[in-house]
T-cell receptor, first 112, second 114 residues
């Protein structure tokens, strides 16, 4: 079946690292994504990783994929107030044009 | 390049009324998708157009929902008659053929059925 799960809330102190975790059930997942939604805005693709990769780094973002455990994580280094948003884990299979299966989103809040 | 545009941004209607949501994809994008997020839950797939054809409509909840894509350009999603459980945020997204880095999403239409 298709299911993506993630915790609903995360609170971190400004300047610390944030780690948002996600698990998925579909072993056929080919692409895994992290989307960000800021208040009043649409979904912004933050980063993606192919299922044959273990890690991807892009500036302050690090994505780790454990395909065996079907676990995906997003680490945001030096978290800033502008990182406050809802982060959605998502996956798709076959081709990039396939439908994307999203999780419920993790609301990241930053405390001073 | 203009992004994916959705109209209206908000809509409040009474149960039993009809509402039509519109999505203008990025010019030249053959793939167009509708998703919705209900009650803070996961974002769920509704359907996928390739040009004017429905490629996958497995996520459409029932026959009160009708999606069209005129001439492979903009798309409309009509809900008739609307029910309370239809409230949520409806997202549209588009992508070019062969894109492998996900879609571009619009800002969504927040629909409230009272």
């Amino acid at each position: 079946g298709e299911d993506v799960e993630q915790s609903l809330f995360l609170s971190v102190r400004e300047g610390d690292s944030s780690v948002i975790n996600c698990t998925y059930t579909d072993s056929s997942s080919t692409y895994l994504y992290w989307y960000k939604q800021e208040p009043g805005a649409g979904l912004q693709l933050l980063t993606y990783i192919f299922s044959n990769m273990d890690m991807k780094q892009d500036q302050r973002l690090t994505v780790l994929l454990n395909k065996k455990d079907k676990h995906l994580s997003l680490r945001i280094a030096d978290t800033q107030t502008g990182d406050s948003a809802i982060y959605f884990c998502a996956e798709s299979r076959y081709s990039s044009a396939s439908k994307i299966i999203f999780g419920s989103g993790t609301r990241l809040s930053i405390r001073p | 390049e203009a992004g994916v545009t959705q109209f209206p941004s908000h809509s409040v209607i009474e149960k039993g009324q009809t509402v039509t949501l519109r999505c203008d994809p990025i010019s030249g994008h053959d793939n167009l998708y509708w998703y919705r997020r209900v009650m803070g839950k996961e974002i769920k797939f509704l359907l996928h157009f390739v040009k004017e054809s429905k490629q996958d409509e497995s996520g459409m909840p029932n026959n009160r929902f009708l999606a069209e894509r005129t001439g492979g350009t903009y798309s409309t999603l009509k809900v008739q008659p609307a029910e309370l459980e239809d409230s949520g945020v409806y997202f549209c997204a588009s992508s070019q053929a062969g894109t492998y880095y996900g879609y571009t999403f619009g800002s969504g239409t927040r629909l409230t059925v009272v």
